[in-house]
T-cell receptor, first 111, second 114 residues
Framework: GQSLEQPSEVTAVEGAIVQINCTYQTSGFYGLSWYQQHDGGAPTFLSYNALDGLEETGRFSSFLSRSDSYGYLLLQELQMKDSASYFCAVRVTDSWGKLQFGAGTQVVVTP | NAGVTQTPKFQVLKTGQSMTLQCAQD?????MSWYRQDPGMGLRLIHY???????DQGEVPNGYNVSRSTTEDFPLRLLSAAPSQTSVYFC?????????????FGPGTRLTVT
């Protein structure tokens, strides 16, 4: 079967660094995306990795190792507004946009 | 740009009723899709479209129909609502020109089937 595993919840204090891991077992792999979703809101795009390595966008970075079927999202200098759910999603076919999502990681930022 | 819009925001249906969830985008995106999100779970793909006149099934298509007559609109039809279809439904779109395959999501429709 296909699966994406990520921790269900992570708690950290303001200013800290949080790493959210995602391991995947899928029938195909064409890229790993990360999305953020605040309670009651729409998911919003954070990053996309098609090749191995680190992608940095401001306080957020994303890493991919295709040989290990593993990626992570790194949140630095945590702020209260970063409290949200974070989803990894694998593009499982070369058909545009077909994504398989993980169950999400709830990040709770405390003062 | 309004981005991706969805109507209605909330809907309550009785078992067996049918309805259409509306989705529109004004970004001229080729790709559109429908997801459902259940509590504590990620999004699951219902149907998607890579252009007007072209649709295909996703992971959980049973009980839903779609059509894409224009680039802008991608309605989702529930044929005969069941309590198992109680969920939050998100529509999304993306551009073939975006190498990051970023999907833009609408605000969602919260559906309850009693």
């Amino acid at each position: 079967g296909q699966s994406l595993e990520q921790p269900s919840e992570v708690t950290a204090v303001e200013g800290a660094i949080v790493q959210i891991n995602c391991t995947y077992q899928t029938s195909g792999f064409y890229g790993l995306s990360w999305y953020q979703q605040h309670d009651g809101g729409a998911p919003t795009f954070l990053s996309y990795n098609a090749l191995d390595g680190l992608e940095e966008t401001g306080r957020f970075s994303s890493f991919l190792s295709r040989s290990d079927s593993y990626g992570y999202l790194l949140l630095q200098e945590l702020q209260m507004k970063d409290s949200a759910s974070y989803f990894c999603a694998v593009r499982v076919t070369d058909s545009w946009g077909k994504l398989q999502f993980g169950a999400g990681t709830q990040v709770v930022v405390t003062p | 740009n309004a981005g991706v819009t969805q109507t209605p925001k909330f809907q309550v249906l009785k078992t067996g009723q049918s309805m259409t969830l509306q989705c529109a985008q004004d970004m001229n995106h080729e790709y559109m899709s429908w997801y459902r999100q259940d509590p504590g779970m990620g999004l699951r793909l219902i149907h998607y479209s890579v252009g007007a006149g072209i649709t295909d099934q996703g992971e959980v298509p049973n009980g839903y129909n779609v059509s894409r007559s224009t680039t802008e609109d991608f309605p989702l039809r529930l044929l005969s609502a069941a309590p198992s279809q109680t969920s939050v439904y998100f529509c999304a779109s993306s551009s073939f020109r975006d190498r990051n395959h970023e999907q833009y999501f609408g605000p969602g429709t919260r559906l309850t089937v009693t």
